[in-house]
């Protein structure tokens, strides 16, 4: 049976969907059509491009992910990390992710939006400069590019690019003007919009995969008493503002939650053990899901 399928935000924790894909799979369902944000862009992107829930588990399984922070001598220094943070916006880079999904693509023959059916794949990224949420590649019409020509691999670095984290990724228009294009999760990290729009029937059933933090409640207070904690404050309300209303009324009818504990969004340096305890997590919720949805 085809669905379509959403994947939230979650860093790390991602590796939490192979196990849920994997128990979709053998319960007969195919991925029609592929979204998702930040880390789940990652995932979106593997899936449109023909790789399976197995794929997966062995890709993540060997991903050295130390690889993306991609340290240099330098940032053992405190001065150099704070100037690169002024001047360059990001204490890493971000290029070895790039280049680690275009590999991944190109053994499956994608490059450009243009490889995949037409709607196969959304990716969902924030441009900072325009203060707006940009869906890649519907959007990129908007810039006067070609979504057609539009780098697959580039589209999920941007949708990567945690804020301080990671550079901004510059992106140009027709007219040279720039934008500084930044983590998708910033304004939306469940896109689960993008399969139901309030205004037309869902062309078919869909699913969305959330990360969740096991170890805190999604509605608890947030106490502010410093300058850095209204930081924090304000970015969990940018995170989480905009997806709420529909998360809400979807909850427990299209949407597999998958609690993780132990585990925080930049643990870069994660195990093989616990790579496969997340694999068993989301596993575990999506059987528990299907046992009672009913499409």
Same mark, same amino acid.
């Given at each position: 049976?085809?669905?379509?399928?959403?994947?939230?935000?979650?860093?790390? &924790?991602?590796?939490?969907?192979?196990?849920?894909?994997?128990?979709?799979?053998?319960?007969?369902?195919?991925?029609?059509?592929?979204?998702?944000?930040?880390?789940?862009?990652?995932?979106?992107?593997?899936?449109?491009?023909?790789?399976?829930?197995?794929?997966?588990?062995?890709?993540?399984?060997?991903?050295?992910?130390?690889? +993306?922070?991609?340290?240099?001598?330098?940032?053992?220094?405190?001065?150099?990390?704070?100037?690169?943070?002024?001047?360059?916006?990001?204490?890493?880079?971000?290029?070895?992710?790039?280049?680690?999904?275009?590999?991944? +693509? &190109?053994? !499956?023959?994608?490059?450009?939006?243009? @490889? +995949?059916? =037409?709607?196969?794949?959304?990716?969902?990224?924030?441009?900072?400069?325009?203060?707006?949420?940009?869906?890649?590649?519907?959007?990129?019409?908007?810039?006067?590019?070609?979504?057609?020509? /539009?780098?697959?691999?580039?589209?999920?670095?941007?949708?990567?690019?945690?804020? /301080?984290? /990671?550079?901004?990724?510059?992106?140009?228009?027709?007219?040279?003007? &720039?934008?500084?294009?930044? @983590?998708?999760? $910033? +304004?939306?990290?469940?896109?689960?919009?993008?399969?139901?729009?309030?205004?037309?029937?869902?062309?078919?059933?869909?699913?969305?995969?959330?990360?969740? @933090? !096991? @170890?805190?409640?999604?509605?608890?207070?947030? !106490?502010?008493?410093?300058?850095?904690?209204?930081?924090?404050?304000?970015?969990?309300?940018?995170?989480?503002?905009?997806?709420? =209303?529909?998360?809400?009324?979807?909850?427990?009818?299209? $949407?597999?939650?998958?609690?993780?504990?132990?585990? !925080?969004?930049?643990?870069?340096?994660?195990?093989?053990?616990?790579?496969?305890?997340?694999?068993?997590?989301?596993?575990?919720?999506? =059987?528990? /899901?299907?046992?009672?949805?009913?499409?």
């Amino acid at each position: 049976m085809f669905i379509d399928i959403v994947f939230s935000g979650g860093g790390v &924790k991602g590796f939490a969907f192979s196990g849920a894909l994997q128990v979709l799979e053998k319960s007969g369902y195919t991925f029609k059509r592929t979204a998702g944000t930040s880390a789940g862009s990652i995932v979106a992107a593997l899936i449109a491009a023909g790789y399976t829930s197995k794929d997966l588990k062995k890709i993540m399984s060997e991903m050295d992910t130390n690889k +993306l922070i991609e340290p240099s001598a330098r940032m053992r220094f405190p001065l150099f990390k704070w100037l690169r943070l002024y001047f360059k916006m990001g204490l890493f880079k971000g290029d070895y992710l790039e280049r680690w999904i275009a590999d991944l +693509l &190109k053994a !499956k023959g994608i490059e450009e939006f243009a @490889d +995949l059916p =037409r709607d196969r794949l959304k990716i969902v990224v924030s441009d900072v400069t325009k203060a707006r949420l940009v869906v890649i590649p519907d959007d990129l019409k908007d810039y006067g590019l070609d979504p057609n020509h /539009f780098s697959v691999a580039r589209a999920v670095r941007m949708s990567c690019c945690l804020p /301080f984290f /990671f550079e901004p990724v510059p992106l140009y228009d027709a007219s040279g003007v &720039k934008s500084l294009i930044v @983590d998708g999760g $910033i +304004l939306s990290n469940f896109p689960l919009w993008i399969y139901n729009k309030e205004d037309e029937l869902p062309a078919r059933p869909f699913l969305g995969l959330q990360i969740v @933090d !096991k @170890d805190s409640d999604f509605k608890e207070a947030f !106490k502010v008493r410093n300058a850095a904690e209204l930081f924090r404050g304000l970015f969990k309300a940018m995170r989480e503002a905009h997806d709420e =209303r529909i998360i809400e009324k979807l909850k427990g009818t299209n $949407i597999i939650c998958l609690p993780v504990d132990r585990v !925080k969004t930049k643990d870069f340096q994660i195990s093989e053990e616990e790579r496969e305890r997340l694999f068993k997590i989301g596993a575990n919720y999506a =059987r528990k /899901f299907l046992e009672q949805w009913s499409y």
